[in-house]
């Protein structure tokens, strides 16, 4: 596809931006007007076929190494993982050139945020932008044109609906009915944009300031439902970093039990796919002295093997939740943009009352999240959910150019999740001794070692051959698994490339 700044964000808009480049850099109306419709080929075809030749140079010295490097400055946890030799000075889609001068293969798509990989040919209409004078930082109360059209964007994609359909994108914006997502939050990280949703149920049992009228369920102890691990704990969930997201997945454990003696709030984890254990729970825990404030999930656990919730499990705990007023969050930052509708949830025919997105949508040209809410959670002042950051500009035109692709590939997308889905189906059939199953759905897809030294040894195989994928073997009673993720412009070539690579690596543990 192809598109101007003035096909993207209208004419009115860059006529005013052309006439203050002109005015205020001395830029010439001349250039200015190129700039602005300069239609950009988003992925052109010489593009995508010379990623696909230079696969071959995958884990082979490309350029000569970097005569030096720099420690930085960090912290002791940061310094044991760091792995200088692969850091990025260059990358052209599923390919990144490292300091050590040879190419790797980001089969984890950078660690999920970038489905376009890197320098996405489509996002030259931010340099068009800067160019023209766009200004990226804004304030919250300043909130610049291309943010406040993402958010209408947002909204129509969201809740299903096409361009031309301008009237039902009017009437879900203007809606009070429950359920309805008609409220964006921008924020800055997933982190932020989770820890909002939480505050927002959290409004409904105490109040953000002594503005604030007494809460529907101020005298009762919150409770927050999340994903469990097999063991029962919490470590299977993932919602950002902040102390309530991290007391939810029993960090903090002292503290967290101290909440709950105290009244203040409860964590109950559920375990995964099991209805009855949530109804139980859920039912012990939505009356006197307790009220079931609400459910936190993700669709594909990709922080917990790649476990993927079952669609009938989910809308039976949707069912009994809205019956009962309690709201649910929809984490989706792990799985936004990797499916052809955006957002996993309307493949499950969901209803959440927050949808939290982020990675994905501006394609790592910058840290910009969201949490999309309903009239109904629309509870905390301006001060209660803010970060200074989370208005910016160029931000949101990153947003709008990947939401544009992948609306336009999404045939590409399912296709290519479909064949690499299949195929590392097929890949663990062929070595059973080795493979328990493959999990996750698509692109996000894991595979389940019954052995966790097999898994280490698989990775690094792997990793040595500059293919970039991980292993996960920390976690409480979860298989030991081999984490993927390839970028949504993966094509057949790339993503036989890792099977092959994957199969020699299998082939060399067996040998051994």
Known sequence: ?????????????????????????????EEAERLANDEVEFLPEEYISHANRLLTHVGKPFIQAMESSLDGAPTN????????????????????????????????????????????????????????????????????????LLERELIRTINGLRPEETDALDTALASQEPHVLNRVINLETGTLACEAGIKMMLARFYPLDETFRQPKYGDRTPVFFVMADHDGGGKANYH??????????????GL???????????????????????RAKFEQYNKPPYKAAG???????????????????????????????TPIMCDEIQSCMWYPPMFLFREYGLNPDFVVIGKGFPGGQYPASRIITTAAMDTLNQFGALVTNGQEELAALAYLITMKFTEANGSHIRGMGQYYEDKLRELAARYPDFIDRTEGLGHLSTIFFREAQTVTQFTKNLNESCIDISAQTYKASCPPAALTKPPTIATREMIDYV??????????IRAE
């Open 77 to 148: 946890a940061f310094r044991n993982a760091t792995n200088t030799k692969a850091s990025p000075i260059g990358g052209l889609g599923y390919l990144r050139l490292g300091e050590d001068g040879r190419l790797y293969l980001a089969a984890k798509s950078e660690h999920y945020h970038t489905p376009l990989g890197h320098n996405f040919p489509g996002y030259r209409l931010i340099d068009n932008a800067r160019a023209l004078g766009i200004t990226n930082a804004t304030h919250n109360n300043t909130r610049g044109y291309i943010t406040r």
């Open 256 to 278: 967290g039990e101290k909440l709950e003696q105290a009244g203040i709030l409860k964590v109950c984890p559920v375990r995964i796919n099991d209805w009855d254990d949530f």
């Open 1 to 29: 596809m192809k598109l101007s700044l003035i096909q993207l964000l209208g004419a009115s808009y860059m006529n005013s931006v052309i006439a203050g480049a002109t005015s205020l850099s001395g830029l010439s109306p």
């Open 499 to 508: 099977l092959g690579s994957m199969d020699e690596a299998l082939q060399a």
């Open 295 to 325: 459910f936190l999930h993700e669709i594909i656990l990709m922080n917990y093997g790649g476990i993927k919730l079952d669609p009938r499990y989910l809308q039976q705990v949707y069912a009994l939740c809205h019956e009962q007023d």
């Open 240 to 253: 950002g970093t902040t102390i309530f997201a991290q007391i939810m997945r029993d960090m903090w454990p």
